[in-house]
């Protein structure tokens, strides 16, 4: 079946870097691409951007470009996103979710609370 | 950007009631590219309904989707114990992809 296995909850200091994982199983994994979405407390749901597992190409929203990158290892079926410059507005659980073009997000991981705080 | 609006941000309803969940987009959603995701509290959001109006694998049929355009709505025939929670619609078509800021469904 069809997995995506997040990393645990991290608490970093304002200013630090955080790299969540999201390791994949159950299915073939070049051939979806993997989207990160994320919530802060209380809130809506926010795209962060998306990365092809297959040629690593990635596509960030705006808010994000130049503090976010988004990686992948094949060889463990995994993709991290890490975040920079970290400040409190980017506490949040941080969900991967799959995706193929023209799909929706039909598979989605168990989140992972990122806790910005001094 | 596309933003989606969704209406109304509460909706109190009793077990067994009908519930109508509106989403209205800025602009025209390419592809009718609309999903609906349920999410419970502490939970990963869950795919409802795709592409406006197909049901996800598993989901039960009073769950429905309609729309075109920039109006859409949710409707969820005979509300269930299991169902009050929160709702979200998304459009897939264009990027950035958006999500809309949710319906609360809960109990009267």
């Known amino acids: 079946q069809v997995q995506l296995v997040q990393s645990g909850a991290e608490v970093k200091k304002p200013g630090a870097s955080v790299k969540v994982s999201c390791q994949a199983s159950g299915y073939s994994f070049t051939t979806y691409y993997m989207h990160w979405v994320r919530q802060a407390p209380g809130q809506g749901l926010e795209w962060v951007g998306v990365i092809n597992p297959s040629g690593g190409t990635t596509s960030y929203a705006q808010k994000f470009q130049g503090r976010v990158t988004m990686t992948t290892d094949k060889s463990t079926s995994t993709v991290y996103m890490e975040l920079s410059s970290l400040r409190s507005e980017d506490t949040a659980v941080y969900y991967c979710?799959?995706?193929?073009?023209?799909?929706?997000?039909?598979?989605w991981g168990q989140g992972t609370l990122v806790t910005v705080s001094s | 950007e596309i933003v989606l609006t969704q209406s109304p941000g509460t909706l109190s309803l009793s077990p067994g009631e009908r519930a109508t969940l509106s989403c209205r987009a800025s602009?025209?959603?390419?592809?009718?590219?609309l999903a609906w995701y349920q999410q419970k509290p502490g939970q990963a959001p869950r795919l409802l309904i795709y592409g406006v109006s197909s049901r996800a694998t598993g989901i039960p049929d009073r769950f429905s989707g309609s729309g075109s355009g920039t109006d859409f709505t949710l409707t969820i025939s005979r509300l269930e114990p299991e169902d009050f929670a929160v709702y979200y619609c998304q459009q897939y078509g264009s990027s950035p992809l958006t999500f809309g800021g949710g319906t609360k469904v809960e109990i009267k």
């Open positions: 979710a799959r995706k193929q073009v023209g799909q929706p997000f039909d598979y």
């Open positions: 602009q025209s959603v390419s592809s009718s590219y």
